[in-house]
């Protein structure tokens, strides 16, 4: 089966309390197929405003080490059976200037929440979407990465890299599936209004140039409802189109060549 967000019956989204996440959270919520929508983030006002959306929210910070996150999977699995959905929006942007001193801690948390946790949370959901797979029903890992995965922006370097290994790991990932019923999604967006550049003051600069947040919503949903393997609009999709889906056919090749081989 296509993996398409209609065929979704129960989906988590993190970073569900603002931006791109909330608002996907929210689409994903009116769709006709009407699936279960769970919206994870840290702010409190901001998880009970989902549930009077009518979205379960859960609290969790992702910035957590491999055990909270691995308990948190079992508590989520736990509560919510029929989850075969993960959208996994939760991000953070830092300016990085190697002229001046380099804020490691900083680099590291960002490496974390925008890398690693997501990885952590894919192996962790792993063990249940394969069981789903293996009696047919189909589920989605759709991690949001960014045009800036394929053209790094300088000024926020970590940032990029963080978004260029998530879009590695997409690509693999997607061919390590290719024989289960579980789909790889990609949402690269541009840039798109939301609170992502607050933490640098960038925001007011940005809002001349960005992609208004409900445009980029509906166009996002109509490429989860077709399936696109890998959603991107505006410049995320130029770059996208230009650099990186000619190398899509020969990660798939490569995979080939290595299950010969190894024969
Ligand atoms: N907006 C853009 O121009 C743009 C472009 C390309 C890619 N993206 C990507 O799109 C995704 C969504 O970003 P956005 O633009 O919508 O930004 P946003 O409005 O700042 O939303 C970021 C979300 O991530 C959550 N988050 C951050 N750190 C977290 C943590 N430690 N634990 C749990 N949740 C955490 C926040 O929730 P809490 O603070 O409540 O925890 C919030 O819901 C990110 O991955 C971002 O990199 C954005």
Known sequence: ???????????????????????????????????????????????????????DAEEFDVNADRVKTKNFVEEMIQKYPEIDTLVLAAGVQREVNFKKEVDLDAIATELHVNYFSILAMISFFMPHFMTKSASGQPCLIAPVTSGLAYIPAPWIANYSASKAALHSLCSSLRVQLEDTEIGVIEISPPLVESELHDAEGTTEALSKFWMPLSEYTKETIAGFQRGDSVVCNGMAKNAYEKFEKPKEQMVSEMAKRAATHSK
Request: with cysteine; hydrophobic share 45%.
């Open 1 to 55: 089966m296509a993996p398409s967000i209609d065929n979704s019956r129960c989906v988590l989204v993190t970073g569900a309390t603002s931006g791109i996440g909330r608002a996907l959270a929210l689409a994903i919520a009116a769709l006709p197929s009407h699936p279960k929508v769970i919206g994870v983030g840290r702010r409190k006002d901001r998880l009970a405003g989902l549930k009077d959306a009518g979205i």
